[in-house]
C-alpha cells in the first residue's frame, strides 16, 4: 500500500512485531540496572518466537483461519500458544532452535506463575542467551535470515 512502512498484512505485521519483541527483549537484557530483567527477557523473547511461527504458520496454510483455533460460540477467538506453533512449524523434538525456545518458554512460565526457580535454571537461561548472542554475532542478518526463513526463502 502507498504510503505504509513495513509489511502490510498480517503476516507483515506478525513478522515486524516478532522483531521487535526479539530486540527489546536483548536490550532488556543487556541493562543491568533492571533486577526483572530475566524475566522481561523471556516474556519478550517467547513473544517474539510465537509471532514468528504464526507467520510461518499463515505463509504456510495462506489462510488467515490457520493461525486461529475454532471458534466457539459465545467466546472470543484464540490463537495457538507458543508450544502448539512449535509443534506445528517445527515438529522435530530434537531440533537445537526448538529445544532452546521450549526452555525458554518453561523459564517464562515458572517467572509468571511464581519466581524465578534455583541457579540451575538460570545457567540454562544464560546458555540460551548465549546462544542467541553468538547467532547474532556471528551473522549480523541473523534476524533477516530468520525472517527469510519464516517467508520460505531458504
Known sequence: MKGQRGNPGLKGRLMDKSV???????????????????????????????????????????????????????????SPSLRDCLNRVIPNQNDPERRNVERIAELRDEAVHLVFPTPGAIFHWNRIVNWLMKQHRNDPDFLSKARSKVKGKT
Do not use: M
Open 20 to 78: 521487535e519483541a526479539y530486540i527489546l527483549a536483548l536490550e532488556s537484557i543487556n541493562r543491568l540496572s533492571i533486577q526483572y530483567r530475566v524475566e522481561v527477557f523471556c516474556y519478550l523473547i517467547c513473544n517474539g518466537w510465537e509471532l514468528l511461527l504464526k507467520a510461518k504458520i499463515l505463509e504456510d496454510a495462506d489462510t488467515r483461519n490457520a493461525i486461529y483455533y475454532k471458534k466457539q460460540r459465545g467466546k472470543p477467538r484464540r
